[in-house]
């Protein structure tokens, strides 16, 4: 069975520009949760979806959104992009809406803003 | 907010050594996870504890809640080459238990 995919692995964007990332959960597993990870930091939450609803959300501005479809898969948006955006974003699938189950992190989007 | 320190932040011994890696915090957790990042790759769940006191061990690696549930210890025995890697800890919040509060990582260099 495949793992948690996510798509681009790389991305190079301007400053001011919009991007958006992708994310397929495994099979089976209804929740997504995107983070973000500055280099040299830990991975902090930015949402949560679970059966297409947000169910939770970080301390991240409105240029952060995201959406899951019918299908479980997820996408991240961030809009008007700053040079601090620049990070390692990491999506995490699990199969119930909370935690104390496994979450299964894919390897990542690097974005880089120039 | 909860927030969780993780010490060291850097870490290089040699192959044979003991080591210890710190998560504190001042909240409580439901659960917290110990997980291990390798370079360009997401972060992988080595162990999860629930119960306060919990001790759980994983061949060299042990790990152990603190009986308050706000903070634990990575203890690795004996460490191989083979451990080098960002370690990090992650507590899993104690309301709806939906999301996780990362520490800010230790990077451990094994030398052979």
């Known amino acids: 069975d495949a793992g948690v995919t996510q798509s681009p692995t790389h991305l190079i964007k301007t400053r001011g520009q919009h991007v958006t990332l992708r994310c397929s959960p495994i099979?089976?597993?209804?929740?997504v949760s995107w983070y973000q990870q500055v280099l040299g930091q830990g991975p902090q939450f930015i949402f949560q979806?679970?059966?297409?609803?947000?169910?939770g959300r970080g301390n991240f501005p409105d240029r952060f959104s995201a959406r899951q479809f019918p299908n479980y898969s997820s996408e991240l948006n961030v809009n008007a992009l700053l040079l601090g955006d620049s990070a390692l974003y990491l999506c995490?699938?699990?199969?119930?809406?909370?935690?104390?189950?496994?979450?299964?992190f894919g390897q990542g989007t690097r974005l880089t803003v120039v | 907010t909860q927030l969780l320190e993780q010490s060291p932040q850097f870490l290089s011994i040699q192959e044979g050594e003991n080591l210890t890696v710190y998560c504190n915090s001042s909240?409580?957790?439901?659960?917290l996870q110990w997980y291990r990042q390798e370079p360009g790759e997401g972060p992988v769940l080595l162990v999860t504890?629930?119960?306060?006191?919990e001790v759980k061990k994983l061949k060299r690696l042990t790990f152990q809640f603190g009986d308050a549930r706000k903070d634990s210890s990575l203890h690795i025995t004996a460490a191989q080459p083979g451990d080098t890697g960002l370690y990090l800890c992650a507590g899993v919040d104690s309301g709806s238990a939906r999301q996780l509060t990362f520490g800010s990582g230790t990077q451990l260099t094994v030398l052979p």
């Open positions: 979806y679970y059966e297409k609803e947000e169910r």
């Open positions: 504890v629930v119960t306060g006191g």
């Open positions: 995490a699938s699990s199969l119930g809406i909370t935690l104390n189950t496994e979450a299964f």
């Open positions: 099979s089976g597993h209804k929740s």
């Open positions: 909240s409580v957790f439901s659960s």
